[in-house]
C-alpha cells in the first residue's frame, strides 16, 4: 500500500512529471496572495512578529546555548537565538534517525518532502518576512521568490526524483533461455538506497529558492538533511527545518533526518561540516571561492554548486529601443542587482546601434538605459518595492569603489524608505567601459552595478561574451537585436559557452527571471555552476541501487 | 526526419528501453558462436591473423611511427604497431571533428553509436582473438564476454542515454496567465549539448566489457570520445576505434570524433591527458591508486572509476553443499581469478556449519571447496578453457607471496596448454586465515587467491564483510545459508555497505557473472567504484541543456 502522504500528494506529483516533460507553464503555488485567503498578510506577520527577540523553538538533540545575530537589511536585528549544537552530537543523532529513513523507500520520502512543501506553502507570508529581514527583499519579491517561487523550485527537484527513482524495478524475474535445457531462472530485487546525509548550505540572498532544491532532492531520495544556514540569513531554513520534523514526527520518523546546524559569522564550521566522513552530498549556493574550496577539498561527496559569474547583455539592434531600456532597467534595479542572474556587462558597439527609430550612438544607448532606470525608480515608494536593501556591507564598498572604474553614466542614489529610516537602499550604478578594459568588467561586482562597454562592433561583443562564460562563468545571456543572423550567432555563443539566453526581452519577463518546471537555472556547463536547476543529472546520483538475486 | 542510423535501430533502442524497464533477461547481441553462420569462426581467426606483425592501419592526423608492444598471455608478441600520436596535433583534431558532431544531435549520436555497435557484433569472432591474445581469456569466454556481453553493455547505456535525452522537450510554449490582461508568452527551445571531450582509459583484462559503457555514453551523448587502451590490451579497443571512425566518415561526420591514444608502459600519457582541459569526461577502469589519483587531479572532468575491491562469501549453511563447492569453485577458477568481481575471502564459522547432510567442520568447508576446485580442472583440455592464462607478472608473484600467508588447503598448480605451450597458466590457491589476519585478507590479492577465513560466527563473518565493503570496497557480496534470517541479514548488511548480493548460488549462475540489461555491475555505493554500469547517474552528467527563450 502506497504511503499516506503519497496517496495525499499524487496528483501534485504526477502534475509536475507531466510539466518537466512539456516545459510550459505551471505553477503549484500560487503567486497571487490573493490566494492564500483573507488575512493570510497579517496572520504571517503576525507570526513574524512572534519570533522577534526570542528563543528560536527546535527541539534538537546536543544543544548548549544560542546562536544567532541576523539583523534586517531594513535596520532592525532579529534577535532571534537558534540552538547552537555540539556537532558530534547532532551528526550521532541525524546517523540514528537515517536508519529507519533509509529503509522506508521512495514513496514515503516523496510524500513525506511532498507535505512538508504543502505545509510551508501555507506559512508563506511567514516566510516572505523572514526571507525580507534577512535579506532585503522587498516585500512582495519575499513572498514570491522566498514563498511559492521556491517551493515550485523544491517541488520540481521532488518531481525529478521521483521520475528517476520510479523507472527503477523493485523485482525482476530473470529467465534465460539453456537452449534445450530448462532455463536459468533468477529473482532479483533492486533497492533505492540512499547515499548518507546531504549537507545544504544556505546563501544570504535567497536562502529558500537557492535551498529548496538541494533539499528535497536530498529528502525525496532518502538523505538526511543537514541544514547550515548563511548566519545573515538563519530564520527562513530554520522555518523549514522546523516545518520537516514537525512532518517527520508526525509520519512516524525521527525528526533528526533533518536538523539545522545555525553558526557565528566568519567562523569554519562549513569546512568541517562538508568534511565529514558521514556527509555524502552537499549543495552549496555562495561565492566562487568557498564553492571551489568545497569542490577540491569535499572529496568524499558529490559536490553541487552554485558560484558567481558575468551575466552579459549584447546589444546589437532594436525594433524597440524604449523596450529595451525599460527591460533592462528593470534587471538592473529588481533587488539592487543582488539576484546571482542579474546582468553586469551591457556590450554595445562604439558606433551605435540601429533601431527602428533611426540610429543611436553609444553614448545614447547608454543614456536611455540609465533613463529607464531613472523613470522606474523615479518614485521612492515605488522605488523601495523594487530595489529593497542592500544585503551587506561589501555591496555598499563596491559601489564606491565601481565608481572609480569610468565615465558615470548614473550615479548610484541613496534612496530613504518611508517605513524603515535605517534601510539601506541604493539605485543603480551604470559606468562606461572600454572593450579593452577587461581586467575590470570580467570580475563579477555583486551588487548594482552595471558597465556599458563599448565595443567594436557585435561580433566583438558576442567573442567577448563567450569567453567570459567559459573563463567567468555567468548564468545568464541576453542579446538584442533586429537580425535573424546575429541572433542566430548568439544561440551559438550560447549553446558553445554553456548559458542560458534570452533573445530580445522587451515586455514582462526580465532576463534575471527562471521559472521552476520550464527554464533550467544554470547550465551546469560553464564555472558559474556545477549544476542545473533541475534536470535528471541533479537527482540521479543522490541515490544507488543495490540488487540481490537468488535461484527460483 | 530522423536520422537515417536511428531509423535503423529504433526497434533494437526501444527492445533495449523495455529492458532496462523490467531489467529482465534479455540480450540484443547472442553469445551462441551458431548465430553468428557457418565460417564465422574461422573468418575471425583469419582476420585475426592479418593483423599479427603489422602496423595497424588507421589514419589519424597527428601520427608519427608507431606504438606497441603487446604479448599474447598465451605465449607469443602480437607484433601489431600502432599510430604513435602527437597529443596535440591530435587533440586539434578532435577539437575540429567535435564541432559539427555536438550540434547532430540526441538521433544521430544514438544511431551512430548503435550501428557502430551492430558492426562490432559482425565482427565478434575477431574482437573473440583480440580480447583472447590480449588479455588472457580462454577463447569462448573472449568470445562472450569480449564480445556480445561487451556489446550488450555498450547497448546499455545507450539506451540509458536515449532514455534521459528523449525526456527533454526540443521546445516549448510557455504562457503565464496575467489576471485580465494578455497572458505572458514565450517560445522556449532547450539544446542538448555534450559536455567536451569523453576519455576512455581501458583495462588489460576487460578492455571492452568495461570500457564499451563509458565509450558509448559519451558518443550517445554527443562527445567525441579519445581511447586510452592499457598498452597490454590495446588491439581490442583500436578495433574498436576504427570501426567507429568508419561508420562517423561513412554518416558524413569526421572520423576524428573517435581516435585512439596507444602509448608505451609505464609512462605518464595517461595522466597527461586527464588534465587536458578538452577532456571533460573520464572513464577509467583499473587499479584503486591510478583511480583513486584521477579523482583527485582531473577536476575538470567528469570522473567514473571502476577499481579494485575486496569480494567475500559468507557461508552460513547450505542445503546443498556440494552445489556450493562446485559453485564457488568455478567462480574461483574462470579467468584465473583475474575478474574484478571474483571472489577472494570466504568467511566460514570455526565450529563448521549446519548442511542438509549434516554437521560439517570448518576444515571440511575449506577442503569441500577445494575439491571443487579439483575436480572441476582434473581434466586439462578442460581446465585451460576456464582458466585461460595468467595476465601478468604481478599476479604470479602475488601468488607466491600469498602461499605463505597461512596453511595452504589448495596449492596453485601450472598447467600446460595443449595449444599454447608458452602460456602462463596457474589453477586456484586457497590459503586457510582467521579472522584476526584482517591486515592479510582486507587488500585485494588479485588473481587466482582465496582465503577461507576462520570466524567466531556468521554474525562476524556478516560485520566484517560489512565493514571490509565500506572500507576497501566490493563488487560483489555473496552468501550461503539455510536460514531466512540470516539471509536477512546479509541484505541489511549489502543495502547498508552498497554492494550487490548472491543468494545462495548452486546452479548455473555465478557471483562474478553480471547481466546487462538486468544485474547493476558495481553500485556506486562503495569505495570500489564511483559508478554503476548502468543507471541513469552514468548517463545523465555526460551531458547538459541551454536553453535560448523569446517572446512570441
Not at 493 to 501: M, N, P
Request: hydrophobic share 45%; net charge negative; proline share 5%.
Amino acid at each position: 500500500m502506497p504511503h499516506p502522504l503519497f496517496e495525499r500528494h499524487a496528483a501534485t506529483i504526477e502534475r509536475a512529471l507531466a510539466a518537466i516533460g512539456d516545459r510550459g507553464y505551471w505553477s503549484a503555488y500560487s503567486e497571487s496572495p490573493k490566494a492564500y485567503g483573507e488575512g493570510a498578510v497579517e496572520a504571517g506577520k503576525a507570526a513574524f512578529d512572534a519570533l522577534i527577540g526570542k528563543p528560536f523553538a527546535l527541539d534538537q538533540p546536543g544543544t548548549a546555548g544560542t546562536v544567532g545575530r541576523e539583523v534586517s537589511p531594513f535596520g532592525m536585528p532579529l534577535g532571534i537565538g537558534y540552538p547552537k549544537p555540539d556537532v558530534d552530537q547532532l551528526f550521532t543523532a541525524v546517523g540514528a534517525a537515517e536508519k529507519e529513513w533509509r529503509k522506508a523507500g521512495p514513496e514515503a520520502w516523496v510524500g513525506v518532502a511532498t507535505e512538508i512543501l504543502h505545509r510551508i506553502n501555507r506559512q508563506s507570508f511567514l516566510f516572505a518576512n523572514a526571507v525580507m529581514h534577512t535579506t532585503g527583499q522587498a516585500f512582495m519579491m519575499a513572498f514570491q521568490a522566498g514563498g511559492p517561487h521556491a517551493q515550485d523550485r523544491g517541488l520540481e527537484a521532488i518531481a525529478y526524483a521521483w521520475a528517476e527513482m520510479k523507472k527503477i524495478p523493485a523485482t525482476a524475474r530473470w529467465e534465460k533461455p539453456q537452449g534445450k535445457n530448462e532455463p536459468l531462472k533468477m529473482e532479483k530485487h533492486f533497492r533505492i538506497v540512499p547515499r548518507g546525509i546531504g549537507l545544504v548550505i544556505g546563501c544570504c540572498t535567497f536562502p529558500t529558492w537557492n535551498g529548496f532544491p538541494g533539499f528535497f532532492a536530498d529528502l525525496a531520495t532518502g538523505n538526511a538533511v543537514v541544514v547550515k544556514p548563511h548566519p545573515q540569513a538563519i530564520l527562513p531554513l530554520a522555518l523549514t527545518v522546523r516545518i520537516a520534523r514537525e512532518v517527520l514526527a508526525e509520519s512516524g520518523f525521527d525528526p533528526n533526518v533533518v536538523t539545522l546546524i545555525a553558526h557565528e559569522a566568519a567562523d569554519d564550521v562549513a569546512q568541517k561540516l562538508a568534511l565529514r566522513p558521514e556527509v555524502r552530498l552537499i549543495d552549496f549556493t555562495g561565492s566562487a571561492a568557498n564553492g571551489e574550496w568545497l569542490e577540491a577539498h569535499a572529496r568524499q561527496a558529490q559536490v553541487y554548486t552554485e558560484k558567481s559569474g558575468v551575466n552579459q547583455i549584447v546589444v546589437d539592434s532594436a525594433d524597440d529601443f524604449k523596450g529595451v531600456a525599460r527591460n533592462v532597467a528593470f534587471s538592473l534595479s529588481l533587488y539592487t542587482g543582488q539576484m546571482c542572474t542579474a546582468p553586469q556587462n551591457i556590450y554595445v558597439p562604439a558606433d551605435g546601434i540601429e533601431t527602428a527609430d533611426g540610429h543611436l550612438t553609444f553614448d545614447e544607448v547608454a543614456s536611455g538605459i540609465a533613463e529607464g532606470v531613472q523613470k522606474l525608480l523615479g518614485d521612492p515608494a515605488r522605488a523601495v518595492e523594487i530595489l529593497g536593501a542592500v544585503v551587506n556591507d561589501g555591496v555598499m564598498e563596491r559601489l564606491e569603489k565601481a565608481r572609480r572604474l569610468g565615465d558615470i553614466v548614473l550615479d548610484t542614489q541613496a534612496i530613504a524608505h518611508p517605513l524603515y529610516p535605517q534601510a539601506r537602499i541604493r539605485t543603480p550604478l551604470i559606468v562606461k567601459l572600454r572593450a579593452a578594459d577587461l581586467d575590470q568588467y570580467l570580475a563579477e561586482w555583486f551588487g548594482p552595478i552595471a558597465f556599458v562597454i563599448a565595443t567594436e562592433s557585435t561580433t566583438q561583443s558576442l567573442a567577448i561574451a563567450r569567453d567570459a562564460v567559459k573563463t567567468h562563468g555567468a548564468l545568464t545571456l541576453s542579446v538584442y537585436s533586429r537580425r535573424q543572423e546575429t541572433i542566430d550567432q548568439a544561440i551559438d555563443v550560447a549553446e558553445d559557452a554553456g548559458v542560458a539566453l534570452s533573445i530580445n526581452l522587451t515586455g514582462g519577463v526580465f532576463v534575471n527571471q527562471s521559472a521552476a518546471f520550464s527554464d533550467y537555472h544554470g547550465t551546469g556547463a560553464n564555472p558559474a555552476a556545477n549544476a542545473a536547476l533541475t534536470d535528471a543529472a541533479f537527482v540521479a546520483s543522490r541515490f544507488r541501487v543495490v540488487q540481490h538475486r537468488q535461484h527460483i
